[in-house]
């Protein structure tokens, strides 16, 4: 699976939550949240259920469970998609954020019918309070999370130079200033917007050091998606510039670029 595909069935990823620190303290925010809202002298009401008398523990866990998928899931496809943020990404955050909230919706009405009130009286009451609670508490926090984590990625790339060694002289570049790269042999050609250089290297190992904003669109390229322009059937514009879309790599090119791409498809390269 190509580094590049955006995965929105992901638990928290090292793109998300990249050190230690971070895993450690957001792990400990859940589980404290976990904890506090079922203190019984705090007598909490959460939907439908109460921390009084210990209803609020069972729809908790699976709740917090379910509530963190929805949020690092939803942080993840908005940082991943940061600089080519589409409506068919916004729609499948939508249908994820549904698919969950409907899953605990079922998980509670279950549990209120089985051990509290034995009936179908409060069906309604608790649909709305979870799409609205699950709205409010996990899906917009998770937007603004990942649009600051995204933005603070870019900057991180854009402020990082690349360093491209030229025969015996090295070269130290903005990735802004790299339009695409291309194989020759046991070289590769980097396009920039003042020429081209030449470096002795394999462009898989480039591409393990590029930001995620640099994509494999074919064995032979891979193009920095902040220069596109256009994209017809499998042919990609940078500037004045034309790249192939091969084949192979199609697939994970659509997932982050999909919106862009037209529904002619000509003969591929390969």
């Known amino acids: 699976m190509s580094t590049n595909e955006i995965r929105i069935f992901d638990w928290p990823t090292s793109k998300i939550l990249p050190t230690w620190q971070e895993r450690s303290i957001h792990a400990l925010i859940w589980v404290i949240g976990l904890i506090w809202i079922n203190i019984p ?31 690092y899931s939803v942080s993840e496809k908005t940082m991943a998609g940061f600089t080519r943020f589409s409506s068919r990404t916004l729609v499948e955050m939508i249908a994820f954020f549904l698919v969950l909230s409907s899953i605990e919706f079922l998980l509670d009405l279950a549990y209120d019918v089985a051990f509290y009130r034995k009936d179908f009286s409060m069906a309604g009451e608790n649909l709305q309070g979870n799409f609205l609670l699950n709205f409010l508490f996990f899906f917009l ?5 990942g649009i600051i984590k995204g933005w603070r990625q870019l900057q991180s790339h ?9 025969g015996n002289k090295k070269i130290y570049l903005q990735s802004e200033e790299i ?18 250089i030449l470096e002795r290297v394999n462009l898989s190992h480039v591409e393990k050091t590029l930001p995620e904003y640099f994509i494999r669109c074919h064995r032979s390229f891979i193009v920095n998606g902040n220069h596109i322009t256009q994209i017809t059937g499998n042919s990609i514009c940078l500037k004045d510039l034309t790249v192939p879309i091969g084949r192979t790599y199609r697939g994970d090119f659509e997932k982050k670029y999909g919106d862009a791409l037209t529904s002619s498809q000509p003969q591929e390269a390969k």
């Open 141 to 145: 926090p998770a937007l603004i999370f």
């Open 41 to 71: 002298s705090l007598d909490l009401t959460i939907n439908i259920f109460y921390s009084e008398d210990y209803s609020l523990l069972v729809p908790s866990l699976y709740g917090t469970m379910l509530n963190a998928l929805l949020f």
């Open 179 to 196: 339009y695409y790269l291309e194989s020759n042999g046991n070289y590769v050609n980097y396009f920039t917007k003042d020429g081209t």
């Open 158 to 166: 854009q402020n990082k130079k690349i360093l491209i060694r030229d």
